[in-house]
Structures are given as structure tokens and as C-alpha cells.
């Protein structure tokens, strides 16, 4: 893992970020409620922080630092479980599915994603 690693990882989450803004800002605002739409624009939001912290952290750092390497594992699969269980969660009604297993899945994510700024932290330390 080096830092065209972490650079294409975040660009990939900012890609994304933006293709599913949109897309709720416009197709999802028909179908989902307040509630819901509201719900997956959190996970749009954090996706986009995220993909933001991992490109700060592979054009600035050094990965052959251990917590370098646990930050971006972190956020990288706290994302994907937190954004991701969020976006399934709030889909579940139009696509007719039950996905409320997830429920444990967005702070676990969450807790993944704190682990990896915290990671970062204690570099700095």
C-alpha cells in the first residue's frame, strides 16, 4: 500500500460522493422521505470527508508509518460499512428489501472511521 493507493481510494469516495449527491438530490427526492433523503445525505457527506481525508493523507504523508497505514484501513472500511449501510438503509423501502440488519452496521462503521482519524492523531503525538 503507498500513497497512489490512498490517493486513488479517496478519489474513488469523492467520485462517488458526488454521483450519489446528485443522484438523491434529484431521482431519490421523488421516491424517499424527508427523513430518508435527509438520512442518505449524511452518508454522502461523510463519504465526501472522508475521501478528503484520505487524499490529504496520501499526498502528505509518509506510508511506511504503521498508523499511517491503519488510518487509511480504518476510514477506508469504516467508510464503506458506515456511507454504504446508510445508503442501503435509506433504499430499502423503494427497493423493496429488508436491510434493517445494517442497523449495527452504520456505527460500527462509525466507530472504524474515529479509530482512523485517530490513528492520524497519534502519529502526530
Known amino acids: 500500500m503507498g500513497n497512489n493507493t ?5 478519489t474513488t469516495f469523492g467520485i462517488l460522493a458526488i454521483i450519489l449527491g446528485a443522484f438523491g438530490a434529484h431521482a431519490l427526492k ?6 430518508k433523503l435527509a438520512s442518505f445525505e449524511v452518508g454522502v457527506r461523510y463519504q465526501m470527508y472522508n475521501a478528503l481525508f484520505l487524499l490529504l493523507l496520501g499526498f502528505n504523508t509518509n506510508t511506511t508509518i504503521s498508523n499511517i497505514k491503519w488510518a487509511f484501513y480504518l476510514v477506508t472500511a469504516g467508510t464503506i460499512l458506515f ?3 446508510i ?3 435509506a433504499l430499502a423501502e423503494p427497493l423493496k428489501k429488508n436491510f434493517r440488519f445494517l442497523g449495527p452496521v452504520t456505527p ?5 472511521i474515529i479509530l482512523g482519524w485517530g ?3 497519534a502519529t502526530l503525538l
Open 6 to 10: 490512498i490517493i486513488f481510494t479517496g
Open 30 to 35: 421523488k421516491v424517499l422521505s424527508t427523513e
Open 83 to 85: 456511507s454504504f449501510s
Open 87 to 89: 445508503y442501503l438503509l
Open 108 to 112: 460500527l462503521g462509525g466507530l472504524l
Open 119 to 121: 490513528s492520524l492523531l
